[in-house]
């Protein structure tokens, strides 16, 4: 006999131990993703290496300390963010991933609006316009596309996807968005910072 | 956890994020002052960059939960 019970969906107690094994190999894929991603990145450093040796464009230090900073205060609000869904907490949630999408956007339009702008070199000039763009582009369209992520998991969080207990997709979305930010942490020091002035 | 202990655990957690910025902010200015002083110190530089990784991918990225055989209880 068939009763309204029975077609209801069933989460039965071992639901919650079956999402913790999925999440140790999400957690698996996620990071491994990053090292693959890491090997691209690692790249352009070694670009950046080999072709600008100890050398580097005169760049606004200013702007890119600027930028910098607006960078790691994303990784502090996309960590409140994160540890606030992590209790249940999603007015705070709400208002961190928004501050951070902000700041990333923010950050893109120092880096592209700004800092391409008064770059005195174009890609196609030298060795140092070539490693320039290219270490920025694709860094931003990493940012972007962080952007978009956060985006997503934001309207996911509004129309109830996530718990305290399950937030996968948040945390994903945070580790990426940090890994962006660790990326910069090297290309900084690598684009604004290391070698002598070249003009 | 009561709401107390969660609330509690919460502060907890977004005191380690203020102190992981300060930390931040602090090399990121010094990275700036050590390029301004000197043109040779790319070797400090990077240690600098690498120290403010190690903070990153263990406080905001929290690379333990990858090793670790439950879910944490946040």
């Given at each position: 006999m068939t009763t309204e019970m029975d077609s209801m969906p069933v989460r039965p107690a071992s639901d919650l131990a079956s999402y913790r094994h999925r999440l140790g190999i999400n957690r698996l894929g996620l990071w491994l993703f990053l090292l693959s991603d890491l090997f691209m990145f690692g790249g352009l450093m070694v670009a950046r290496a080999a072709l600008w040796g100890n050398t580097r464009p005169e760049l606004n230090m200013k702007l890119g300390l600027l930028v910098t900073s607006i960078l790691l205060a994303s990784s502090f609000f996309m960590n409140r963010a994160e540890t606030a869904m992590a209790h249940g907490d999603r007015k705070e949630f709400y208002r961190d991933i928004l501050v951070t999408m902000g700041l990333g956007l923010v950050f893109l339009v120092g880096v592209v609006g700004f800092e391409w702008r008064i770059?005195?070199?174009?890609?196609?000039?030298?060795v140092y316009g070539a490693v320039f763009y290219m270490m920025t582009g694709m860094h931003a369209l990493h940012v972007l596309s962080g952007i978009i992520f956060l985006g997503i998991v934001g309207n996911n969080a509004r129309r109830g996807h996530y718990s305290a207990e399950r937030y996968w997709a948040v945390e994903a979305a945070a580790v990426y968005w940090h890994f962006v930010d660790v990326v910069w942490i090297f290309f900084y020091p690598a684009l604004y910072l290391i070698g002598t002035v070249v003009k | 956890m009561d709401l107390e202990q969660l609330e509690t655990s919460k502060k907890e957690k977004f005191s380690i994020g203020v102190t992981v910025l300060i930390l931040l902010a602090v090399l990121t200015i010094g990275e700036f002052g050590i390029a301004s002083v000197g043109r040779n110190l790319g070797t400090i530089l990077m240690l600098v960059a690498l120290l403010k990784t190690f903070f990153v991918v263990r406080d905001?990225?929290?690379?333990g939960r990858l090793f670790s055989e439950e879910e944490e209880t946040e």
């Amino acid at each position: 006999m068939t009763t309204e019970m029975d077609s209801m969906p069933v989460r039965p107690a071992s639901d919650l131990a079956s999402y913790r094994h999925r999440l140790g190999i999400n957690r698996l894929g996620l990071w491994l993703f990053l090292l693959s991603d890491l090997f691209m990145f690692g790249g352009l450093m070694v670009a950046r290496a080999a072709l600008w040796g100890n050398t580097r464009p005169e760049l606004n230090m200013k702007l890119g300390l600027l930028v910098t900073s607006i960078l790691l205060a994303s990784s502090f609000f996309m960590n409140r963010a994160e540890t606030a869904m992590a209790h249940g907490d999603r007015k705070e949630f709400y208002r961190d991933i928004l501050v951070t999408m902000g700041l990333g956007l923010v950050f893109l339009v120092g880096v592209v609006g700004f800092e391409w702008r008064i770059a005195p070199f174009k890609p196609s000039d030298n060795v140092y316009g070539a490693v320039f763009y290219m270490m920025t582009g694709m860094h931003a369209l990493h940012v972007l596309s962080g952007i978009i992520f956060l985006g997503i998991v934001g309207n996911n969080a509004r129309r109830g996807h996530y718990s305290a207990e399950r937030y996968w997709a948040v945390e994903a979305a945070a580790v990426y968005w940090h890994f962006v930010d660790v990326v910069w942490i090297f290309f900084y020091p690598a684009l604004y910072l290391i070698g002598t002035v070249v003009k | 956890m009561d709401l107390e202990q969660l609330e509690t655990s919460k502060k907890e957690k977004f005191s380690i994020g203020v102190t992981v910025l300060i930390l931040l902010a602090v090399l990121t200015i010094g990275e700036f002052g050590i390029a301004s002083v000197g043109r040779n110190l790319g070797t400090i530089l990077m240690l600098v960059a690498l120290l403010k990784t190690f903070f990153v991918v263990r406080d905001y990225m929290h690379i333990g939960r990858l090793f670790s055989e439950e879910e944490e209880t946040e």
